[in-house]
């Protein structure tokens, strides 16, 4: 018997599957389901787990773990709510969706932990934060936590945290993916071959990422070693500080928790 049900296998789905099996989960032990079924096909085919609709996944499976996009939640909450198990427990990969919320829509005491994971999962450096709904015990996140810790690390936040998070480590990703592509850019625009600034801006961000989290320092100490009196770099900073470039993250930053606190409803 299946013992977890993955519904919904696009990129976060995908993500925790692989990461799972690199974790020397048991492809047996997993199913998966989406709406369109060469999809799961090519899932099966992919990482040897099982496929299944939805109801039949759920009812095969003691964790069941919610990855669709927000606005395709209500609809499946509803197609499952009458088959989840009464002492299932629900996981939510959702941005924005409230415990209270999926509770609310099975309509009866379930189960919940709300998860924000991100995609670095996808090379077992996610960062994941998980909150409990109100029927969770602390084995039930517990169990959360060590599943979310094949692909990387986790924490425990309260709730009301959640929307924050999604606009720092569930989206942020992609900020810095902007950041990387504007400095290749730039780079081209200096001359570089392509490949060269790709490869010069990837090893950068690696590189100063590992430096940030292997000496733990604070990054104004570390931009200032870099940052000779009257030097190359504090003519960039100057000219970054000029466009307004810290006040336009911390912008985009509120942007992202306020469009999570809309996809909760509330
Ligand atoms: N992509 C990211 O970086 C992150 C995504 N998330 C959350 O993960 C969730 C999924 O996002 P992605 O994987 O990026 O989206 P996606 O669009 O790649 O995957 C969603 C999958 O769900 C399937 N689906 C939709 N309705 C279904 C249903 N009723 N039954 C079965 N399958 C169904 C779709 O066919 C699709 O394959 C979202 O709620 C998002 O907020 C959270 C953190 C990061
Ligand atoms: O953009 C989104 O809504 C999802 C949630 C966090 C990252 N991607």
């Given at each position: 018997m299946s013992r977890l049900a993955i519904l919904g296998a696009g990129v976060m789905g995908e993500t925790l599957l692989a990461g799972l099996l690199r974790a020397?989960?048991?492809?047996?032990?997993i199913v998966v389901t989406d709406r369109r079924p060469e999809r799961c096909t090519e899932l099966v085919e992919r990482y040897g787990v099982s496929a299944a609709d939805n109801a039949s996944a759920v009812g095969e499976a003691s964790t069941v773990v919610v990855v669709v996009k927000p606005q395709d939640l209500g609809d499946l909450l509803a197609e499952i709510g009458p088959v989840v198990a009464e002492d299932a427990l629900l996981v939510s990969l959702c941005a924005g969706v409230t415990t209270a919320s999926i509770e609310q829509q099975i309509g009866r005491p379930v189960a919940v932990v709300r998860v924000m994971p991100n995609t670095p999962a996808q090379v077992d450096e996610g960062m994941a934060a998980i909150s409990g709904g109100a029927h969770a015990s602390s084995e039930q996140l517990a169990h959360v936590h060590s599943l979310l810790s094949a692909t990387g690390r986790v924490v425990t936040v309260p709730e009301k945290y959640q929307d924050a998070v999604t606009a720092i480590s569930g989206s942020g990703p992609a900020y810095l993916f902007y950041v990387v592509e504007s400095m290749i850019e730039g780079g081209v625009q200096l001359g570089l071959p392509r490949d060269v600034s790709t490869e010069l801006v990837v090893q950068t961000m690696f590189g100063s990422a590992h430096l940030l989290r292997e000496t733990g320092r604070h990054p104004t100490e570390l931009r200032e070693m870099v940052t000779?009196?009257?030097g190359t770099t504090a003519a960039a900073v100057r000219t970054l500080e000029n466009h307004g470039v810290r006040a336009a993250f911390m912008a985009a930053i509120e942007s992202a928790r306020d469009r999570s606190r809309l996809l909760s409803g509330g």
């Open positions: 020397d989960w048991d492809a047996a032990d000779s009196p009257g």
